[in-house]
């Protein structure tokens, strides 16, 4: 799938993509299958598409983001400025890819972290292979987070035992 740096820069700029946010509490099992169904139901639009699910308040409440966006760089949506930057409106032929992004205060330094998962063309040819693999990777970035969490606790009781 193509779009035309213009349309690109349409869609960021008058935020005219399609947003779904689906909401979890902590000890809530995180099914992807509303987040894969949203996906499938939009991975084809002309508009760009931002897919998220937050848990415990998301990363506004120092929770976690999972979220699953089109676009032709790899920036969240959400940073129109650096995109407008990045895409040239005389291009015609920007393939659109698929990204996955985690946000939490101990995933990074930066409180982000994003990555490929295929192209659209490549996830239209091969969904349950895509599915799998961003199934895989939220699951190594929430295996991480919980082990940073985890450090943090043993140094703050080692602190306080000193104390």
């Not at 169904?37 to 998301?58: A, K, R, S």
Request: proline share 1%.
């Amino acid at each position: 799938m193509q779009i035309t740096g213009e349309k690109a820069l349409t869609n960021i700029s008058e935020n005219g993509y399609y947003s779904a946010i689906y909401v979890l509490e902590d000890g809530t099992e995180i099914a992807l299958d509303e987040l894969f169904d949203g996906l499938d139901e939009h991975i084809q639009d002309d508009i760009f598409m931002h897919l998220e699910v937050q848990i415990n308040g998301g990363i506004e409440e120092d929770g976690t983001t999972l979220s699953l966006e089109t676009n032709v760089i790899n920036l969240p949506l959400r940073y129109t400025n650096q995109l407008k930057k990045l895409i040239l409106t005389e291009k015609e032929d920007n393939d659109v890819y698929l990204y996955m992004i985690v946000e939490n205060p101990n995933v990074s330094q930066s409180r982000l972290k994003i990555s490929l998962a295929s192209s659209v063309a490549a996830y239209l040819d091969e969904s349950d292979s895509v599915k799998s693999k961003i199934s895989n990777w939220f699951d190594e970035q929430l295996a991480h987070i919980v082990t940073v969490q985890q450090e943090l606790e043993k140094e703050e009781t080692a602190t306080e035992t000193k104390e």
